[in-house]
């Protein structure tokens, strides 16, 4: 079987790769491409061997996945992955194509597999039934501005957690990894960047004070103001650095704090 990965997160693809070969070492991954534009590029080059099928993120660095099927005509098989639950199942209920909740399951990617195989008859004799995408965009977009992440699922060994957002007190990055921090102190990694989690959160309660951090409004415990309008923060719990909002987010920083 030839498979492609779309992914905008590193980590995550390398991760669902691993769980791909876990399930059948010989399952050829022909690649993996973390936007829009590079997987409209990609197919049509017309790859050759052809994929047999797509694994794809919902939210791409630079648009929806779904454009890809609209610029390029997708007729190949696709198990999509999305961050997105309650409302990204609404809609996809009434369709044919499955879906991973990250962090992705292995017991549920051997499922949608196992489906995929199962359909394959299907697939390979008549055209398979794309979700309505124009519906699908509608329901995205009327639920972008109003719906946003209430819990996390992080990976801890062996174990997976599940972490409610109200508890979070910061987002932040080291090392080019991503971790999130509770308000009782622990640290534990994440497979999303900085970017992707500000689209995720509600902006009334987080906000992204520079590169590297992401802060819940509860964890500010004081402001420090220095000379030419620099501003330190102290939060809670600590953070092994300190914390200075960026030049360029300033202005907007005290915005979000007078709201």
Do not use: C
């Not at 819940?216 to 914390?243: D, N």
């Amino acid at each position: 079987m030839n498979i492609v990965i779309i992914e905008d997160e590193k980590l995550t693809a390398q991760r669902l790769e691993k769980l791909i070969h876990r399930y059948d070492p010989t399952i050829l991954v022909l690649a993996r491409i973390p936007s829009v534009a590079g997987a409209v590029q990609w197919f049509n080059a017309n790859p050759t061997p052809a994929p047999d099928l797509i694994f794809m993120d919902i939210h791409l660095e630079d648009d929806l996945g779904f454009r890809i099927i609209e610029q390029v005509n997708l007729t190949i098989p696709i198990i999509f992955t999305t961050a997105y639950d309650e409302y990204m199942l609404q809609a996809f209920k009434t369709t044919s194509i499955d879906y991973l909740l990250k962090p992705i399951d292995y017991d549920e990617l051997v499922a949608a597999i196992e489906k995929y195989k199962a359909l394959g008859r299907m697939f390979s004799e008549v055209e398979p039934a794309f979700p309505d995408l124009t519906a699908i965009l509608n329901t995205l977009n009327q639920t972008r501005t109003t719906t946003y992440k209430d819990r996390f699922m992080v990976t801890v060994g062996t174990k997976i957690k599940s972490i409610e957002t109200p508890t979070i007190a910061y987002f932040f990055v080291e090392d080019k990894a991503t971790f999130l921090t509770t308000q009782d102190g622990q640290h534990l990694p994440l497979d999303y960047s900085l970017d992707k989690l500000a689209a995720m959160l509600d902006p009334r309660q987080f906000f992204r004070v520079n590169r590297s951090l992401l802060v819940s409004m509860s964890a500010i415990q004081h402001i420090h103001a220095y000379s030419a309008g620099k501003l330190k923060l102290e939060l809670t719990p600590k953070t092994r650095q300190e914390v200075f909002v960026a030049g360029d987010r300033m202005t907007d920083f005290k915005e979000w704090l007078g709201k």
